[in-house]
Structures are given as structure tokens and as C-alpha cells.
């Protein structure tokens, strides 16, 4: 697909660790964190494992993010934005972004994707349209409170993390529909 990183266009910042159980970076999703609200065979809209580690002295809150930007559209899809997660956590639970978020931190914040649910979902690049990019991205903030609420879009969410980005670390994974 287009060769753009969404990172290009703002800042640099300091880097710091994420890993994952469920999705390694480089590499295609596993069947179940495909789709199933788009009714992709397999998909069954699972949330990816995440740990991180090393963020930057100051950090206050993290936000998680999960960016398609070789989506069919001119804004790419978000497929999962979560705020406000506190500094003292630093592991999201494979399952974590279900629609009811009782898996969520405390104080954490799910907004709705780009699909329209207050969850994650799932890959599903259009069948033919070719390998889509997944950016999973853990940004390490100076606020407790990102200032977003969960009417907010992921948009908003991303306009409000430049301004409060210490750090941050991303996987990219792949997904492709033949």
C-alpha cells in the first residue's frame, strides 16, 4: 500500500518498548483478531495482548491506538483508541477492548473506531484491495487526563496526544484479504 507512516507528519519522540503475546511486529494478525462485525471468516474482533516498558520519566497516562492507514479513505480507519490509561499500568490483556470494557483499567477511556463501537475491531481490508499496515501504538503522555471523553473520535484523541506526547513504541502488523 502507500508507503506513508502516520508518525511523518508530527513530531519525533522518544522511544520506548512494546511487545505482544498475540501479534509480532512485521507480521500478519492471527485469524482471531480479524473482523467479525465485518464478517470476516475467523474475525472475532479480539483486542492484541500488549506490555510495555521504559517509558519516559514524566509520563502521567498512556493512550493506545490501533491505525489503518492503507484503509480505502482519505483519514485511513481506526480500529481502537483507548485514553486516560494510568501510569502505573502497563499491560493491556488480549480481550481487553470488548464493548462492556470491564477489562479496562481503571479510568481508561475505549472511544468508538471508526466502525462506530466504543471496542476494538478487528482487520478487514477489503478482499483484492492488498496487504493493509496495522499500526498498534502505545503513547506515553504528560497529563493524567488526555481531555477526551468517550463521544470524542480518535481523531480528536490523536490532535490532543501531539500535544502531550513523551514517548512512544508501536508494532505494525499485516492483514490481507485475497
Do not use: C
Not at 1 to 30: H, K, Y
Not at 73 to 80: A, L
Amino acid at each position: 500500500m502507500s508507503g506513508n507512516d502516520p508518525f511523518d507528519r508530527i513530531p519525533e519522540a522518544a522511544s520506548f518498548t512494546v511487545t505482544s503475546t498475540t501479534v509480532a511486529d512485521g507480521q500478519p494478525w492471527p485469524a482471531a483478531q480479524y473482523s467479525g462485525a465485518f464478517g470476516v471468516p475467523g474475525g472475532e474482533d479480539v483486542s492484541p495482548q500488549l506490555s510495555w516498558s521504559g517509558a519516559p520519566e514524566g509520563t502521567k497516562s498512556y493512550a493506545v491506538t490501533v491505525y489503518d492507514p492503507d484503509a480505502p479513505t482519505q483519514s485511513g480507519f481506526w480500529h481502537w483508541a483507548v485514553a486516560n490509561i494510568p501510569a502505573s499500568v502497563t499491560e493491556l490483556a488480549e480481550g481487553a477492548g470488548t464493548a462492556t470494557g470491564e477489562d479496562m483499567p481503571d479510568g481508561a477511556i475505549q472511544l468508538k473506531n471508526d466502525g462506530g463501537t466504543a471496542q476494538f475491531v478487528g482487520a478487514a481490508p477489503p478482499s483484492g484491495h492488498g496487504t493493509h499496515r496495522y499500526f498498534i501504538t502505545v503513547h506515553a503522555l504528560d497529563v493524567e487526563d488526555i481531555g477526551v471523553n468517550a463521544d470524542s473520535s480518535p481523531a480528536f484523541l490523536g490532535f490532543n496526544i501531539f500535544f502531550h506526547t513523551l514517548g512512544r513504541a508501536s508494532l505494525v502488523v499485516t492483514g490481507k484479504i485475497d
